[in-house]
C-alpha cells in the first residue's frame, strides 16, 4: 500500500514563528502536493511539485514556500506564522502521467495563536 | 480555469436508503474525474475515477458515471450503511502534472 506520512497529526505554533511541515512517500512518485482543507472551502492547492527541486504555485501560495531536496520529502514552510493560516494541511503525491490518482496523508491540524 | 460544483450538505439518510450526490464540472479540456472519501480523522482516500466520456466508475458499492453531454460525475449507491458516514469530494484532474481541482465536499450522514 502507499504510504505518505506527515510528521505531525496536531501542530500548536505561535504568530511569526516559522513553521515546517514535513511529508514522505514510500512509493517513488513524481509528484508531490501541499492543500489546506478549510470548511466550507473544500481542498484549496498550496504549492505542488513534479521534480526534486522543482516547485510550481498553486492557487494559495501567498505566506508559504516549499522545498523538495529528496524524492520522496516535500516540505512546506511558513515564513512568519499568522492566525489566518490556522488549518488543517494535507499533503498528496502521485505518478506523473495521466489519470493518476493523488494518495493523501492523513493531515496535520496545525493552530497559530 | 476548471472548476466543480458539488451539491450542499449535510445529508442525513437512513440505513438502506438510496444515495446521490450530484457533481458537475466545468473544463476545457477533456479532464479525468474522480470521487473522493474523508472518513473522520483521516485523510482523502480514492472512492473511484473515470477517464473519459461514458465510464463508469465503481468501489465499495458506489458508483459514477462520467457524462460529457451534462458535464456531470454524480455520485449514487444502492443501499447506504452507518459505515458511509463522511465527507465526499467530486474532482478533476489537470494537465499532465494531475493537479486536482476539487468541490467542496458533501458531508454525509448515515442513521441506523
Known amino acids: 500500500d502507499v504510504k505518505v506520512t506527515q510528521s505531525s497529526r496536531y501542530l500548536v505554533k505561535r504568530t511569526g514563528e516559522k513553521v515546517f511541515l514535513e511529508c514522505v512517500q514510500d512509493?517513488?512518485?513524481?509528484?508531490m502536493f501541499w492543500y489546506r482543507q478549510d470548511p466550507g472551502l473544500g481542498l484549496r492547492l498550496i504549492y505542488f511539485?513534479?521534480?526534486?527541486?522543482?516547485?510550481e504555485k498553486g492557487d494559495i501560495p501567498e505566506g508559504y514556500s516549499v522545498s523538495r531536496e529528496k524524492k520522496e520529502r516535500f516540505s512546506l514552510i511558513l515564513e512568519s506564522a499568522s492566525t489566518n493560516q490556522t488549518s488543517m494541511y494535507l499533503c498528496?503525491?502521485?505518478?506523473?502521467?495521466?489519470?493518476?490518482?493523488?494518495?493523501f496523508g492523513d493531515g496535520t491540524r496545525l493552530s497559530i495563536l | 480555469g476548471d472548476s466543480v460544483t458539488q451539491m450542499e450538505g449535510p445529508v442525513t439518510l437512513s440505513e438502506e436508503a438510496f444515495l446521490t450526490i450530484n457533481c458537475t464540472y466545468t473544463a476545457t479540456g477533456y479532464p479525468s474525474l474522480f470521487w473522493y472519501v474523508q472518513y473522520p480523522g483521516e485523510g482523502l482516500q480514492l472512492l473511484l475515477k473515470?477517464?473519459?466520456?461514458?465510464d463508469k466508475g465503481s468501489n465499495k458499492g458506489f458508483e459514477a458515471t462520467y457524462r460529457k453531454e451534462t458535464t456531470s460525475f454524480h455520485l449514487e449507491k444502492g443501499s447506504v450503511q452507518v459505515s458511509d458516514s463522511a465527507v465526499y469530494f467530486c474532482a478533476l484532474s489537470e494537465g499532465g502534472a494531475q493537479k486536482l481541482v476539487f468541490g467542496q465536499g458533501t458531508r454525509l450522514t448515515i442513521n441506523p
Open positions: 511539485s513534479y521534480d526534486v527541486k522543482m516547485k
Open positions: 498528496a503525491s502521485s505518478f506523473s502521467g495521466s489519470n493518476q490518482p493523488q494518495h
Open positions: 512509493m517513488d512518485h513524481e509528484n
Open positions: 473515470a477517464t473519459k466520456a461514458d
